[in-house]
């Protein structure tokens, strides 16, 4: 597996989504948001439509697509009186309406559109392992340098307001991080499947852990696990790979569910 | 005494036309230990609001330490205890985790717990008595051991003054007690201004100085013995919703 060049490329885009998307996710999960990341997600989609109409990079307008519909949602939710779903839901089908109308207007409902929807972790190449690679690792320390902040949010959100901790900001760049790992795992899962490398992995080490930090730790190996061991079982089964992998977390949650369920 | 809390004039509305609260005239000085009680819907927690900052008067002036308590910039030194506060979500935060999180306010965000600030937590949590359940998931553990968590995280970041709304609620008779006797004991031993505000007063009242009965205006203030007996009466019409 190893000497095939497109694998080696794969799996290192894999590894590094594998471990951003749950580490970004945690937090989403714990203030109860499990859904956000599957809004920008469609966000995105409108931004792939995009790219793909102006002939641009479908990657780079799904990335400021993303961006701004998660910026959009923080200032409906926090400014505009719309309660965190609707908020979520007026973002999540305007992005789709937008994607559908694009995609008809550049006639691409083709194979390169279908890349996007469902992944094609196969087809990376050098450039974008780069881009992954700076982009997930910029994520990855943005997540542990507000870790605090987002932990502190996350467990009492109007006692950090009290104490003056800046609640819209983090939300934001929590949103931005959410976007981004949106934007990355777009190539390895695919748009509809994201918000699940995002989710189970958290899930899953939710009933394992002892700790908020013990989860992040547990969800992130749990993601990274997942990755590799879902690209590996998709090479030798000719599996799609997208889905492989989310099966695979998917059966991390169940084997972390029975576990849990047999020691109680 | 120095004014810790000063609310000149506050009337207070969600909307145009409501009167949630009413011409509220009410200084805290600093170190004072205040019941704010009142039925449910009475406006006790909109007042807390206010003195925090929270929400902004629609008439008169609401002040802390002596600036207007919206831009109030010693924020670090408020500690606030939330009602039913829980460790958020599903993540099994222990007790340490959730006090570590007193230690977050607008001036350091990012980065690590410094040495001094560990020694703070364990401090805090030490002072509440839960040093033998510090890495106990807070989800864990019975209602009057989680509010005492959360008080230690409201310790942890040294506050002046400690706001604690509806402190009780979901909490047996005997923590109660528990609580109002470890309250007595910071507000002795650390001279912290704390304003205690709940639909009930039973388990705080021997050891408050003032209590401030609102029900859309201030309606008694004085040390609890002053109170009228009948207003003890859960049916009286100042305790009734």
Known sequence: MLESEFMRLALAAGAIVGVLAPAVGFFLVQRRQSLFGDGIGHVAFAGVAAGILLDVSPVLTALVFAVL????????????????????????????????????QAGALNVDLFQYLFGSILTV??????????????????VALLYRAFAAVVIDEEGARVAGVPIGSLNIALATLTAVTVALSMRVVGILLVAALMVLP???????????????????????ASSICGLTISYYADLPPGGTIVLVAAGAYLVALAATARGR | MPLAVELRGVSFGYRPGQRVLEGIDLALGEGEFVAVAGPNGGGK???????????????????????????????????????????????????????????MSSGRIVGR?????????????????????????????????Q???????????????????????GVDAESQESLAELLAGLHGELGVTIVYVSHEFGAVEHHVQRLVLVRRTIVFDGPPHDLPGVWHDPGHMHARE
Not at chain 1, 81 to 96: E, H, M, N, R
Not at chain 2, 71 to 95: E, I, N
């Open chain 1, 69 to 104: 519909g998660g910026i959009a949602i923080e200032v409906l939710r926090s400014r505009g009186g719309a309660a965190g779903d609707q908020a979520l839901a007026l973002v999540f089908y305007t992005g789709i309406a937008l994607g559908v109308v694009l995609v008809a």
């Open chain 1, 125 to 142: 190449t050098r450039g974008d392992l780069v881009t992954i690679a700076l982009l997930g690792g910029s994520g990855l320390a943005t």
């Open chain 1, 202 to 224: 958290v899930s899953a080490a939710g009933r394992l852990a002892w700790s908020m930090r013990s989860t992040l730790v547990m969800a992130t190996a749990i993601g990274l």
């Open chain 2, 45 to 103: 927690t909109t007042l807390m609001r206010i003195i925090l900052g929270l929400e902004r008067p629609s008439e008169g002036v609401a002040l802390l330490y002596g600036e207007p308590a919206h831009r109030f910039s010693g924020r670090h030194a408020l500690g606030y205890l939330a009602q039913r506060s829980q460790a958020g979500g599903d993540a099994p935060a222990t007790v340490r985790e959730v006090v570590a999180a007193g230690r």
């Open chain 2, 113 to 145: 717990l410094r040495p001094d600030d560990h020694l703070l937590v364990a401090e805090a949590i030490a002072r509440v008595g839960l040093e033998a359940n510090a890495d106990t998931p807070v989800r864990t553990l019975s209602g009057g051991m």
């Open chain 2, 147 to 169: 509010q005492r968590a959360f008080i230690a995280k409201a310790l942890a970041g040294q506050p002046s003054l400690l706001v604690l709304d509806e402190p009780t609620t």
